[in-house]
């Protein structure tokens, strides 16, 4: 390909335009106004975990540990055991459903030593999780 074929572009950064005096917005003001903005959600989960878009992926930190992400992490573990999901080690769906009734077997264990303990929230979180485990686990079961 020769010079000639090759195209180029010309980027005006002057603050005043040719024809006024008036100011015009530099290109990097304008390109920042269309870039869509983080949503709350996402700036409190940038906050909560400290991650920035930059961060690679291994080293974000660990979300908070509560007692919701505790029982969306076992419930995460039995849909794997339940062949719901993918196991994120092998990228493979493998049924366990023996540490499946485990995993639902200690939800319920949870449920029962915190009753009364646990906020309106919590106990919403946990009734539907188990609720949802033990449909599946009965359909994997037939």
């Known amino acids: 390909m020769s010079d000639e074929e090759k195209g180029f572009t010309i980027k005006d950064r002057r603050m ?4 006024s005096q008036e100011p015009q917005e ?17 700036t409190d989960a940038q906050q909560q975990t400290g991650a920035s878009e930059d961060t690679p992926a291994d080293e974000l930190p660990l979300p908070t540990v509560n007692f919701s992400t505790f029982v ?8 794997v055991h339940l062949g719901a999901i993918e196991d994120p080690t092998t990228g ?4 366990n ?7 639902i077997d200690m939800l319920s264990m949870l449920q029962e030593k ?10 919403n979180i946990l009734k539907s999780v188990l609720y949802d485990l033990r449909i599946l686990y009965v359909k994997e079961k037939e």
């Open 92 to 95: 493979g769906k493998i049924k």
């Open 97 to 103: 459903l023996p540490m499946a009734k485990q995993t």
């Open 114 to 123: 915190t009753q009364g303990n646990l906020t309106t929230e919590e106990e």
């Open 26 to 42: 530099s290109e990097d003001k304008l390109e920042k106004e269309a870039q869509p903005e983080s949503t709350p959600a996402d």
């Open 72 to 79: 969306i992490s076992l419930n995460a573990s039995a849909l």
């Open 16 to 19: 005043f335009s040719e024809d």
